[in-house]
């Protein structure tokens, strides 16, 4: 299987064959741990469907996942700077 979208659309598809009943590591293969996969098919299930909404979510998630990355990396290096550069290498 060849997916285009090698990180969104891997967990967005994962997340679509979880929500037909599919499981990860027995129906096919995830080499992502299963979190983000999962939450990808609650939210192919709650939005009915829709493509673009589970891509919202996935996008959103990532967004979201900055937040606590750039406060540990501010703690660790004692610097605002610190912070925000992590956060703009985990986007890039």
Do not use: N
Request: proline content about 7%; some cysteine; charged content about 10%.
């Amino acid at each position: 299987m060849l997916v285009p979208d090698m990180d969104e659309g891997v967990y967005v598809y994962a997340g679509k064959l979880i929500s037909e009943g599919s499981r990860p590591y027995r129906d096919f293969m995830l080499a992502h741990p299963p979190l983000v996969p999962y939450l990808a098919a609650l939210a192919w299930v709650v939005g009915g469907g829709s493509l673009a909404f589970t891509r919202w979510f996935a996008i959103v998630l990532t967004l979201a996942s900055c937040i606590p990355l750039y406060l540990l990396a501010r703690r660790i290096a004692s610097s605002a700077s610190a912070g925000v550069l992590a956060v703009c290498i985990y986007m890039v």
